[in-house]
DNA sequence: AATGAATGAGATTTCATTCAT
DNA sequence: CATGAATGAAATCTCATTCAT
């Protein structure tokens, strides 16, 4: 029953941030990082550009706020769907599937997403942002496949090494359909992945 | 088969584009895409900022002359140690170890691919751009899966997906070790991925 | 004499207009002028923005109100004060000693007149404003020269100029003290100012 | 002959500078502090809007450059005419009518010193910059004061004190005659500032 | 009376591009 | 070829003022 809430936000501001911030995100997968500008995210959210920095402190604040969603969204869609699953082989299947589903599912979110490596600056703070965010999202799946090798579901393998190759497997295909949605078939891939990576981690 | 430049370029000229690509790149690098402006790179060059718009049409131009280095510098580098192996089982693991290698090797320039996957800007061009390159290098790695199914080294998978799958994966692994490179061991997860991809391929 | 309200003013509406005058104060001796925003005074008040514009026509009208309180503040202590002595050399003696000392026990009231002085706009109506102020203290100021004069307690000099010259004095000093506390000795120097004041009027 | 220049201007950046500085200080008082924009300065040079930002980094160090120029200029006309004269009693007259004259001369100056105490804002740096101006100035009279005490041309009295009574004294005579010039008789006021402390400071 | 979200005019700031030298 | 000062369009940011509740 824990109260956030740093400043005591009224309902209506609550409101109108998350708006904006999924506008922010709607408007950044249209047009592209760099040519996004606040005029662009208000007009698209019907609202006069004042009302942005009037809710955020400035443009900055407001594309942090949209990164953070980013990266957040998909993870309660994922680990939601993960932790219902009791065998760690279901949990890894489920992983890889719920990740690639929900993408599938939000186009939108996921172009924003592979744009938002563009928006890095020499301030590390943004990079330190995303950083951080990819390496949580990791250690969430080598903790599935350390699990599975405790349990003997799994085999003998470097948890941590498979982790970053299947955690980037599946950046790297979202980041093929993002560019090129025509010849990038994510559901076979994500079939053949799991199969892939089952082989390889079976104890046998 | 080199082709000369179609308007006869006089050879200070081809180096002084040559030197500013590179250091546009080395810029983006440093500064990230958004950050970077042609006044940076004329800086980091040690030129006066006329020199760019007197050698690029604009700044739209070098930026997609930045891009196209990108991602031929890496190819080129890989594909010449690929066609020094005959077996399509050492050529695929030369790809994967040699595209590794280079980008450890040359860090600015992974970094600047990186951050320029994203780059898009509403002229749907830039974007095309990079899907081709993508598409192209996909293509190479999938002959060469393809070629060693004819030649019976690999059993039975779908060669296109499986290309998907292992170009995604090292782009993934790139993009993680480019954004946290103390905790991505690109070394040994390169290995795993060969060792991985071997057993899937294997044709018992 | 007092004049009342010509426009019936309700009692709250009074207490409210004299709080966000004593806030506006404030917030100006401690933000700068330039850096005082309504917002700011509203939020240091403790009330919403609506309550400043709903009081006052506009932001020139609390500024104005604001200016006038800054100088009638002291005015009314030290005319006070010197209208309690009889003998006009006390009076003079009692005119510096009292101005310093209300400045001193009010330091964001003399920061905030500091800083007002020069809040001029364009619009020269400000300008007089101010110029009025001074202009009614400097001749108060005059005039206990002139009565010590007539009544031979002084001896033969300019009075206007004179007045001129401690009236200038005293807000020298005042200016000083805002900006360097540290260095600035308002006792002291209030003291020699006397004395040398004292000095140059002897009849002798 | 040591150069200064901590990144090498050009000539003709030199020129611009000091042509743009000067002209926002005329602007400056003309308009008022609060009331006067890059773009008035811009126009009143008759240069465009970005030149200004080509050679400042931004508002703020424009206007702290100009200040700068508001206490240097009558700093170097006073202590020039000042150091010509070597009776420590002819050095202090020519202290106050110098400094009163430059300020007559050079109304413009004078007024946009004088606004430019409400440009200082909360970031105490604007504050210390104009502090560290004033106390440098303060010390040079004071200085004055002490030669002359030790030479025995001046008596007993408490240098510092003084020298604060009378750089207040200028400072607010200017004071008046920026708000007022119709009724301030600066000429005047400056003789009988120097008869009064001359009196005071006679040895006798 | 009071609130505070919303507005929009006007300011500052950035920067690709131009052009006289 | 090269320079770098200048431009001006377009972006961000600020904030007094309005107004529905």
């Known amino acids: 029953m824990a109260t956030r809430a740093p400043k005591k936000k009224s309902l209506i501001e609550e409101l109108r941030r998350k708006q904006i911030v999924d506008t922010a995100i709607r ?18 959210a019907g609202v006069s550009t004042g009302v942005i920095t009037y809710h955020f402190r400035n443009k900055n604040d407001l594309i942090e706020q949209s990164i953070k969603k980013l990266f957040e969204a998909p993870n309660e869609y994922v680990i939601g769907r993960v932790e219902r699953q009791s065998a760690q082989s279901d949990r890894l299947r489920t992983y890889i599937e719920a990740t690639i589903r929900f993408n599938m599912e939000n186009r939108d ?19 330190q942002v995303i950083a951080k965010h990819h390496t949580k999202i990791r250690r969430f799946l080598e903790k599935i ?15 941590a090494v498979l982790a970053q190759i299947v955690f980037g ?4 295909l979202l980041t093929q359909w993002v560019l090129d949605p025509a010849t990038t078939d994510l559901a076979r891939a994500s079939k053949q992945l799991i199969d892939m990576v089952e082989r390889h981690i079976s104890p046998s």
Do not use: M
């Open 169 to 172: 497997a599946i950046e790297g």
């Open 109 to 127: 979110h996921c172009v924003a997403l592979i744009y938002s490596f563009s928006s890095i600056t020499s301030q590390a703070h943004r990079q």
């Open 27 to 44: 408007t950044i997968a249209t047009r592209g990082f760099a040519n996004t500008t606040l005029n662009n995210i208000a007009e698209a």
């Open 145 to 159: 496949l350390r699990d599975g090798q405790a349990a003997g579901e799994f085999g003998k393998f470097d948890a």
